[in-house]
């Protein structure tokens, strides 16, 4: 282990106030199961008379599944986006610009060297897409449920089960879970206040128990905050329903969720030699409209000094989003069961910036609409224009699950359809200098309607399971899926000539991608009923992105020679995971050392097929005409690692858990980018830590709780090539927590108080690195400052 690691380690198994959030590392229990019915007691009363949770041994899965339950991940931050949550666990790097985790277009994530998009993502099973900035496919955790609602979380870190409704799942998923109703009649009430204006209330009203085993619940949220660098504010509203009826035959569960949110947006800096400025933060100037028609020249330039870091107006993302499934769970007999959930999605939203007309190249594009015209004059004479990206997303899709006892088998057969149906536009509009715009308006009466994408994609996902108990201590599983894809995409707006560099027209038709078999074998012993050893090998596939007009994606090609190429020559990224560990949960009498549990896994994976947009060589050249770009296959990566996550507990007072990872991820191909070749053979992944430490410690005093949490994060390359890096860095934050006695009594309940400050330390430094495509030349993401909040609650 490197110096400065086993410093930050000690550091942290050293702190006066060593204690541990005990579900933080808890194994999930059996891998058919989802939460219980009806849960009997609020959120106050399981965290005062539930004993401290340890590694569930009993697990019936063959492969990494760490869980993290409602109770801790509320303690982090009352709202947190639960992926955020997820950072203490091993083998996530999970960084964003706001406490919350909410704002989506700066988040990264990294498990065992793959980023977010290439993982799988589901709510009580309903799929939410690969949760790439432009909507296409899904939608994000916190928008598909209100945080205080979420009853758990489980990654599967290696990979995923079977049955999981992803076409992205190449290195593990995320699966959601929403809380179920209470059995008594309940109104919850939660309020927290803090820095830079934040308000969140939030709601819940349950019925408890009625009629024939009927239970439901209805809750709202409003949350906003104020942009720490700059005067806008993040924030939106809410509202999630569910019912459940549990009958003599089976379990009707409903679910509803609306969403409605705002965020405005954070400018990352850009690094390189030739940037002589190179700020810390790139604020945005709203609402100080005069100084943003100062900050420009006569024409909409820049000042050059400030070069690529120049200043926008604003930018933001809005996004509004209704959910909905309904889910029948019919016990056919004893031993048999058989799911089944028929969802819906529709979404509308927008990504817009308000920038400046006289960079990157937007004089020559609107020259191609407005030739010979005075651009300032055409845009509302303030200088700057609005673009945006305004997405469609309409899909709905059914799954099936059937599961059955023969003999020592378990068997289970699965069925997974969708239909989705998305778009893209990219559109400009006018800032007029008499009237302008805010980060919460939708731009209206488009100038420019630069394109515009349709893709129509059908998802067909079969999988088939068994699990045999070869004797009571030994048992294996085996099975394969098959994904399918059927996607068709069309450009009912065409760009102009010249309006994207290079490019007549962009690309149209359809591609169809199958995988017929792609297999998993695991197993498990019980070496004791304390000890549990397991291992997992799974094939996995990454469906190509249906996304029209940007990213990685064929329909993002710039001509439809480009597109007819990679339709016949590129294939899908696939993964094979080979994962093998331990899970122990002992009880001691150790003097003060009462129990420790905890999991070891390591890990070796083969990523092939790895697509990357690039410069087409001389061959490719001729193929495709002109010089225009090209999504290609660019080689594999190797991946090694090990997890190693443990809880000490000291009675009931105090406990500590500490997650070490260390993660290696190596290109094995060099590439070529044009006529030059790109020396990626033998270099790490960018963006991903090779070494990390999440410490959670929690002390119990009387009544109060007091919880620190470190996050260690390694060195982090930020180009292919790993000529230059990002520095690590170690974010600390606290959590207070306690009874509010005076409150309760008579129609008051459980009022409680919960304090938290992040960045304990106010440090600063690259909280995140978006990857420079070139050598030389990358971006960063601030660290958010020392940030905190007060949360009253209580329940009626």
Known sequence: MNKKLSAVCFAALSFPMLAMAANVAAAVADMTDTPAAVETATEAEAAAAGPIATVEVATRKSRSSVELGKNDMQKMLPGINPLKALQTLPGVSFQTADPWGNNEQNLSLFIHGFSGSQLGYTLDGVPLGDQQYGNYNGLSPQRAITSENVGSVILSSGAGDLSTASTSNLGGTIETFSSNPLANQNVAVQQTVGSYKTSRTFVRYDTGNFGDGNSAYISAVHHEQKAWDFNGRQGGDQVNAKFINNGNNGKLTLYFAYSDKIEPNEDSTVRSAT???????????????????????????????????????????????????????????????????????????????????????????????????????????????????????????????????????????????????????????????????????????????????EIDNKVAQLSLQDEWRVRPDLSLQAGFKSSLQFADGQFPVQPKNGAIAGSTALPVGNIDTKKWFLPQIGGRWDITPQDQAFFNVQKNMRQFVTYGGGGASPWSLSSQAAFDLFKTTAKPETSITYEAGLRSSHQLNWGALSAIDGQINVYHVDFKDRLLQISPTSVISSIIGGNLAVLTNVGSVKTNGVDLSATAHFGRTFSLYNALSYNQSKYDDNYLNGKDTVLTAGKKVPGSPEWMNKTVATLNVADTEFQLIGDYVGKRYATYTNDLSVSNYFLMSLAVSGKLPFLNGGWVKNARYRLNVTNLANREGDLNVVVGAASGTYNTFPIAPRQGFLTLMADF
Do not use: C
Not at 296 to 314: C, E, F, K, Q, W
Not at 396 to 416: D, M, P, R, V, Y
């Open 275 to 453: 940037e002589k400025y190179q700020p810390y933060t790139r604020p945005f100037m709203y609402p100080n409209f005069q100084q943003a028609v100062g900050y420009l020249s006569a024409t909409g330039g820049t000042p050059a000094a400030d070069g690529n870091n120049y200043r926008n107006y604003y930018s933001d993302a809005q996004r509004t989003d209704y959910l909905t499934y309904a889910k029948y769970d019919w016990n056919i007999n004893d031993t048999t069961t058989w799911s089944n959930q028929i969802y819906y999605h529709n979404d509308d939203g927008v990504g817009v910036v308000a920038g400046p007309i006289g960079v990157a190249g937007l004089p020559a594009l609107f020259a191609v609409y407005f030739p010979g015209q005075n651009l300032k004059q055409v845009f509302g004479n303030s200088g700057y224009a609005t673009r945006t990206t305004e997405y469609t997303i309409n899909r709905n899709g059914w799954l099936s699950n059937f599961k059955t006892e023969i003999g020592n088998h378990n068997l289970q057969a699965g069925l997974w359809l969708e239909h989705n149906r998305s778009s893209a536009y990219r559109r400009w509009y006018a800032l007029d200098v008499n009237n302008p715009s805010s980060p919460y308006d939708r731009p209206s009466n488009p100038l420019i309607t630069q394109y515009g994408s």
